[in-house]
């Protein structure tokens, strides 16, 4: 499956962006569907899933400003994020596993990535 990722861009401290992913090809209403980061200091790390069934899962950064949410007909995520820090900024991914009913925020366990798009926030 491919991932298309949108939405980045540069921002001042404390406003918002709206990252959207959208998968091509077959459905992925049963599947985990994640937002990762990575700056060229740090190792790709977690930032929020939304689960097969719904659930949502945040990293301690994004658990209080970032909602992520989902849109089955439409095959696409979305990662709304609010009061953003400087420390946001970085490369988002948006990533799915090809296990359906499979629960995970490790990298490892995403196997269709897509492009990344950039967020740039500034003091």
């Known amino acids: 499956v491919q991932l298309q990722a949108s939405g980045g861009g540069s921002v001042q401290a404390g406003c918002s962006l709206t990252l959207t992913c959208t998968a091509s090809a077959r459905t992925l209403s049963n599947h985990v569907r994640g937002w990762f980061r990575q700056t060229p200091k740090k190792e790709r790390e977690f930032v929020a899933a939304?689960?097969?069934?719904?659930?949502?899962v945040y990293s301690n950064s994004a658990k209080v400003r970032f909602n992520i949410s989902r849109d089955n007909a439409k095959n696409t995520v979305y990662l709304q994020m609010n009061s953003l820090k400087p420390e946001d900024t970085a490369v988002y991914y948006c990533a799915t596993s090809s296990k359906p009913y499979y629960s995970s925020t490790y990298p490892s366990d995403f196997d269709s990535w897509g492009q990344g798009t950039e967020v740039t926030v500034s003091s």
């Open positions: 939304i689960l097969y069934n719904g659930r949502t």
